[in-house]
């Protein structure tokens, strides 16, 4: 190397250098000042509750909601007449609210016009549409800033902000009816990506706007295979699905191959454990994954540590209340009427299972948005998602939840050495007396287990360690051993496309108290398959 040319890579990694600890330290600022709004976090969430009703006090639903009565010199008083006022709903009981949003008047549940109705898949209600308002626009945005700001800070890394980034998004291209644009959370919010992150970002808009995943996905490979890519974000089954189908098309064993540089993955929306041996073997080397936790409801928390757990965020338009989920099978699972079940941060018990119900600056007053948390630090006051309210398996009085069978799968992969792609279990109740009901698996590996027997007796043991239900039923004779059936690879992805679920947002149904999701995979394995 000649001495003008050392001098330009000294002068060069200086510079880098230099710019690195900028950064950092600017990283470091933002994280204390996080830290430091959320010093009184009971304070902060009284003082969210009264703004959020305060401004909508005057639109419709504050209206029929008699808002304007809504007082009280302590927030005591004032929550629990928040809570007379305003009984827990679903989209089911909101839609009312959303088909008047649709028709493009303004003043409904948030004042003004909303900017956007993101479109997501309801597993009960079909295609929703949740409210966006500019105001709660504007926390996807800081929220997914501040994920990237904790992990600088604490990792001391920001050279992939040097590099290309990739964003696994839904198509920015939006519907519009009535002046109000429709789309996927992940494509809306790629609209307001600042423009910094904008000059890094990839896939091109051109690509992005590809609806057909098929199609898009081999547009995205195309486009990054070449580049200095150090950060790819999304979902976590599609970020798999990306990174295979990038070692297809480049013919590399690793995805360390084709990005040497890579060193960030942010990911969210699913259980990260079920992915992630998996996905760093299809790596190949070190790399950072940051989880974050967003919603179309609301933006709840991002990863601040290395501790478990996400950071929960308490002053970005969000006001939380928590129901405890039933365990007793002589309980109601979810019980929405009892408003004295009904609490905010201030009464929520650390490690007991919650149903979380969000007020929003988007319009939304004590909505179910169906995920259950529990939180697993308090100073400051970190959760975990559990599952879905949605998603459990009782046909047999033993409600076994998502976490659970979750947990059961991670084991069972441990203690045989395999990989599990993605997979769904249903009940099997058996027609007559005397024949064996059990519970079915549907499971898709990458590496099939080296003692199928072992495999399905850990699936087993895991779900009677954590359900003393499931026990009894196995030990009376109720159940039998769970069934396993594997799956060819690809089925679940080829179910997703046939139901138009295809996308960066789509997350997968891994248990369902009946058939439904059994019989169609048994129906595509046999239809695309056999």
């Known amino acids: 190397m000649s001495v003008k040319n050392h001098n330009k890579a000294v002068e060069t990694s200086i510079v880098s250098g230099l710019k690195n600890a900028i950064i950092v330290l600017f990283a470091k600022c933002v994280s204390w000042v996080i830290y430091w709004r959320h010093s009184m976090p009971i304070k902060r969430q009284e003082k969210m509750l009264r703004y959020l009703v305060k401004k909508a006090k005057d639109t419709d639903f504050g209206k029929d909601h008699f808002f304007s009565e809504i007082k009280g010199d302590t927030f005591d008083e004032f929550y629990e007449n928040f809570k007379k006022n305003v009984p827990v709903t679903d989209y089911e009981g909101f839609k009312g609210y959303i088909e008047k949003i649709i028709t493009g008047k303004p003043n409904v549940s948030w004042p003004g016009m909303l900017l956007h109705l993101a479109t997501t898949s309801g597993t009960t209600s079909g295609e929703k549409r949740i409210p966006i308002s500019k105001e709660s626009i ?104 990306y990174f295979d189908r990038l070692l297809e098309v480049t013919r590399k064993k690793t995805v360390k191959e084709v990005f040497p540089n890579l060193s960030v993955v942010v990911h969210g929306g699913v259980n990260f454990d079920l992915y992630e041996q998996h996905m760093r073997s299809t790596i190949g080397g070190p ?192 159940l039998q051993s769970s069934q396993i059936r594997v799956m060819p690879k690809g089925i679940f992805f080829k179910h997703a496309e046939l139901c138009g679920k295809v996308g960066s947002q789509f997350k997968p149904i891994r248990l369902s108290n009946n058939r439904k999701m059994a019989n169609e995979i048994n129906e595509v394995s046999l239809v695309y398959f056999s």
């Open 138 to 241: 504007w926390t996807h945005i800081r929220c997914a800033f501040y994920a990237l700001m904790f992990y600088i800070a604490r990792s001391g890394n920001a050279s992939f902000m040097s590099g290309k980034m990739i964003f696994l998004s839904g198509s920015p291209e939006l519907e519009s009816i009535n002046g109000i644009l429709l789309g996927r959370l992940s494509g809306i919010v790629n609209l307001y990506v600042p423009a910094f992150f904008k000059r890094k970002q990839m896939p091109s808009l051109h690509v992005n706007r590809i609806r057909e995943w098929k199609v898009k996905i081999d547009g995205i490979v195309a486009e990054t295979k070449d580049e200095d890519m150090r950060l790819v974000s999304g979902i976590s089954p599609w970020i798999q699905n």
């Open 287 to 478: 790399v950072d994954f940051i989880e974050t936790g967003p919603a179309s409801e609301g933006f709840m928390g991002v990863q601040d540590s290395n501790s478990e757990g996400l950071f929960l965020f308490l002053n970005q338009g969000v006001f939380y209340e928590f129901i405890p989920v039933g365990v007793n099978e002589n309980e109601n699972y979810l019980d929405l009427n009892d408003s004295s079940k009904r609490i905010f941060l201030k009464d929520v018990k650390m490690g007991v299972e919650y149903a979380i119900i969000l007020t929003t600056s988007a319009g939304l007053f004590s909505y179910l948005i169906g995920d259950t948390v529990k939180l697993v630090s308090n100073k400051p006051h970190r959760f975990v998602f559990t599952g879905r309210t949605a998603h459990f398996i009782s046909a047999f009085g033993e409600h076994v939840i998502s976490r659970q069978v979750e947990e059961a799968v991670k084991s069972a992969m441990q203690a045989t050495d395999s990989n599990c792609v993605e997979f769904t279990v249903a009940p099997y109740v058996a027609p007559k007396t005397g024949d064996s009901s059990y519970y079915e698996w549907f499971i898709e590996f990458s590496k099939l287990p080296n003692d199928m027997e072992m495999f399905s007796k850990v699936l087993d043991d895991v779900l009677c360690k954590q359900n003393n239900y499931y026990s009894h039923n196995i030990e009376g004779g109720i």
